[in-house]
């Protein structure tokens, strides 16, 4: 496979946090929490591109508003309390190899 002399941010959001309800779209400086890993990423000129990952259609749309070059909607499986953040890099790079994109050199994994 060819790859892309890249660096990618993934940005996943998940909606089902049980300490504090959809903390990821809580306002904190009056935009939601998960806006400013966007816009971290955006600003950093060692990144390419930003791929924002939920499980939520909701957060998916509110995300749109920031411009990340892709929106992944994850599966119920890899959205669950014990599932790892290799099972979601997983599914995100096969969703890629099945839209026949070429994958980056590097991912970033924003919090």
Same mark, same amino acid.
């Given at each position: %496979?060819?790859?892309?002399? $890249? ?9 089902? &946090? ?6 990821? /779209? ?8 998960? &806006?400013? &890993?966007?816009?971290?990423?955006? +600003? @950093?000129?060692?990144? +390419? ?10 957060? /998916? &749309?509110?995300?749109?508003?920031? @411009?990340? $070059? ?7 499986? @890899?959205?669950r309390d014990k599932s790892t953040d290799l099972e979601v890099f %997983? $599914? /995100? ?19």
């Amino acid at each position: %496979m060819r790859f892309l002399n $890249e660096v990618w941010a993934v940005i996943p959001a998940r909606s089902g &946090s049980k300490g504090l309800k959809n903390k990821n /779209i809580k306002k904190f400086k009056n935009k939601p929490l998960f &806006s400013h &890993s966007v816009k971290s990423a955006k +600003n @950093n000129k060692q990144i +390419n591109k930003v791929i924002f990952s939920s499980d939520s259609k909701k957060y /998916i &749309s509110l995300a749109k508003k920031y @411009n990340c $070059e892709f929106y992944h909607l994850r599966s119920k499986k @890899n959205s669950r309390d014990k599932s790892t953040d290799l099972e979601v890099f %997983m $599914e /995100i790079v096969k969703f890629f190899k099945n839209k026949k994109i070429y994958l980056p050199k590097y991912f970033v994994h924003f919090r």
